[in-house]
């Protein structure tokens, strides 16, 4: 009966393990928290800067930014980071009226990279 009960305490001791391993590889990307993009309208013929809040620290240069245009031509843009961990400010360039997206690829400071896309639209 001892054996037994070490067993299954084993058993239940390696699962919390493991879930605790793998919630952590979960948490460890670094995932978009806030954009500015989401509140400010951007206009047509005026740059704007964007900033993008990460809920981990940024290996800004090991990331990568892209503005996305029609047609899928992607443009590389400069990055700067801002004074708190995690916040990424994108200078975006004057542009016309329509569709556009921010393609990201970021590396956080744990070793992870997150790629992913931000759509957008310029008002006239």
Not at 11 to 35: E, K, P, Q
């Amino acid at each position: 009966m001892h054996r037994k009960t070490c067993h299954r305490q084993r058993l239940v001791c390696g699962l919390i393990l493991l879930f605790c391993l793998y919630s952590g590889l979960v948490n460890a990307h670094a995932v978009v928290t806030d954009y500015s993009l989401k509140i400010e309208e951007v206009n047509a013929g005026k740059p704007v800067q964007v900033k993008l809040n990460f809920n981990s620290s940024i290996e800004l240069g090991l990331s990568q930014v892209f503005l996305v245009r029609t047609g899928d031509v992607e443009e590389t843009l400069k990055v700067r980071t801002g004074q708190e961990p995690g916040v990424v400010f994108i200078n975006m360039p004057a542009l016309d009226a329509g569709e556009y997206a921010l393609h990201y690829k970021i590396f956080a400071a744990d070793g992870h990279i997150t790629e992913d896309i931000i759509h957008f639209t310029v008002q006239p």
